[in-house]
T-cell receptor, first 116, second 111 residues
Framework: DAGITQSPRHKVTETGTPVTLRCHQTENHRYMYWYRQDPGHGLRLIHYSYGVKDTDKGEVSDGYSVSRSKTEDFLLTLESATSSQTSVYFC???????????????FGPGTRLTVT | TQLLEQSPQFLSIQEGENLTVYCNSSSVFSSLQWYRQEPGEGPVLLVTVVTGGEVKKLKRLTFQFGDARKDSSLHITAAQPGDTGLYLCAGHKTGANNLFFGTGTRLTVIP
């Protein structure tokens, strides 16, 4: 299994509070991704990183920010959590970006976030 | 609007039966991947197909990429309880930086 951990694994928070989710990898992969998974929508990309301090938006980036100060860590922050951000969040890593055909993404175990 | 639609959304079958899951789009993809996800875990890649009409086999699983590269199918022969899980297709579009995931098919194989 690829060395990817996510913390916390479960979190319940109140609307309006800031929340930070952490993804840590030990594989030294260049690319890191944050997805959210909701019933009926599959996985949707929030933000991704193609190197230290290099990040870009995905298809559902509103209300989220990210930071990557080290190769191994990718943080996802909800500045002011809303109930619509209740979801399961997955971090993924890959050696190559998606532009390379067949590049595989390795996923972490997920974080279940509930915003009340 | 979901770029990749999967059908059926739910499938419950008896052990030993065959099944096919479909992944359809109106868009063309340069490659398509299939992942399986088990409860409480992240998705795990099963296969990548890159050529229109390509067929790949992984033991009892057969994956096909449509000739026009807009659709794909996953066929499982003699399903086993260990095949139970959520199956996700994911496509890469030329010029895009992310994978587009399908809506998923939740398969339950009853012993």
């Amino acid at each position: 299994d690829a060395g990817i951990t996510q913390s916390p694994r479960h979190k319940v928070t109140e609307t309006g509070t800031p929340v930070t989710l952490r993804c840590h990898q030990t594989e030294n992969h260049r690319y890191m991704y944050w997805y959210r998974q909701d019933p009926g929508h599959g996985l949707r990309l929030i933000h991704y990183s193609y190197g230290v301090k290099d990040t870009d938006k995905g298809e559902v980036s509103d209300g989220y920010s990210v930071s990557r100060s080290k190769t191994e860590d990718f943080l996802l922050t909800l500045e002011s959590a809303t109930s619509s951000q209740t979801s399961v969040y997955f971090c993924a890593i890959s050696d190559y970006g998606t532009r390379q055909l067949g590049s595989e993404q390795y996923f972490g175990p997920g974080t279940r976030l509930t915003v009340t | 609007t979901q770029l990749l639609e999967q059908s059926p959304q739910f499938l419950s079958i008896q052990e030993g039966e065959n099944l096919t899951v479909y992944c359809n789009s109106s868009s063309v993809f340069s490659s398509l991947q299939w992942y399986r996800q088990e409860p409480g875990e992240g998705p795990v890649l099963l296969v990548t197909v890159v050529t229109g009409g390509e067929v790949k086999k992984l033991k009892r699983l057969t994956f096909q990429f449509g000739d026009a590269r807009k659709d794909s199918s996953l066929h499982i022969t003699a399903a086993q309880p260990g095949d139970t899980g959520l199956y996700l297709c994911a496509g890469h579009k030329t010029g895009a930086n992310n994978l587009f995931f399908g809506t998923g098919t939740r398969l339950t194989v009853i012993p």
